[in-house]
């Protein structure tokens, strides 16, 4: 069965750094997304992505994050300048063109010390 | 008023109990309705889904949408210690908006 797959599983960065969290969709899904899970609350939107270009954000996504898809394959969230706060699991989902059914990655969890 | 809201568990039930799980919404807007299971430190995996209001079936989950009273449940039937997770409700606009329940951890005991 087709996967989402994400990397790292598992990312530790310093305060400030930047991180990129990879995501590769499913082959042939148009519709792309980030959700943010923190530690023991509720899975939160992010951002969806479609025709090279974001269709709707948060008020979470704020201008320290981004999103991109640098090539036919990934998809990819960047964090400018992490913070205490931005420690969480960081779900890549996609969907064909069922606008309710998103398969979603495994996650990368990060840590910001 | 939360947007949607779930109760968070724990629940306990012994193996081959029927549970019922339940969400409510307050957005009107809400068209498509989601049931996700995720085991800890996983992602989201959707069960099932429904556009509008109704029962869908599907093995031992059983999904009902009333949106009259702005109300979904997930019935399980027959439940496995496998079934043992977290549920989340989700719901979707015609938009973009797309948001989860705080989920509801359930464990089935053999």
């Known amino acids: 069965e087709p996967e989402v797959t994400q990397t790292p599983s598992h990312q530790v960065t310093q305060m400030g750094q930047e991180v990129i969290l990879r995501c590769v969709p499913i082959?042939?899904?148009?519709?792309f997304y980030w959700y943010r899970q923190i530690l023991g609350q509720k899975v939160e939107f992010l951002v969806s992505?479609?025709?090279?270009?974001?269709?709707?954000k948060s008020e979470i996504f704020d201008d320290q994050f981004s999103v991109e898809r640098p090539d036919g394959s990934n998809f990819t969230l960047k964090i400018r300048s992490t913070k205490l706060e931005d420690s969480a699991m960081y779900f890549c989902?996609?969907?064909?063109?069922?606008?309710?059914?998103?398969?979603f990655g495994s996650g990368t969890r990060l840590t910001v010390v | 008023q939360k947007e949607v809201e779930q109760d968070p568990g724990p629940l306990s039930v012994p193996e081959g109990a029927i549970v019922s799980l339940n969400c409510t919404y307050s957005?009107?807007?809400?068209?498509?309705f989601m049931w996700y299971r995720q085991y800890s430190r996983k992602g989201p995996e959707l069960l099932m889904y429904?556009?509008?209001?109704g029962n869908k079936e599907d093995g031992r989950f059983t999904a009902q949408v009333d949106k009259s009273s702005k109300y979904i449940s997930l019935f399980i039937r027959d439940s496995q210690p496998s079934d043992s997770a977290t549920y989340l409700c989700?719901?979707?606009?015609?938009?973009?908006?797309?948001?989860f329940g705080p989920g509801t951890r359930l464990s089935v005991l053999p």
């Open positions: 989902a996609s969907r064909a063109s069922e606008p309710g059914v998103h398969t």
């Open positions: 082959s042939n899904h148009l519709y």
């Open positions: 992505f479609y025709n090279n270009e974001i269709s709707e």
């Open positions: 957005n009107s807007a809400f068209q498509y």
């Open positions: 429904t556009y509008s209001s």
């Open positions: 989700a719901m979707k606009d015609y938009g973009q908006n797309f948001v």
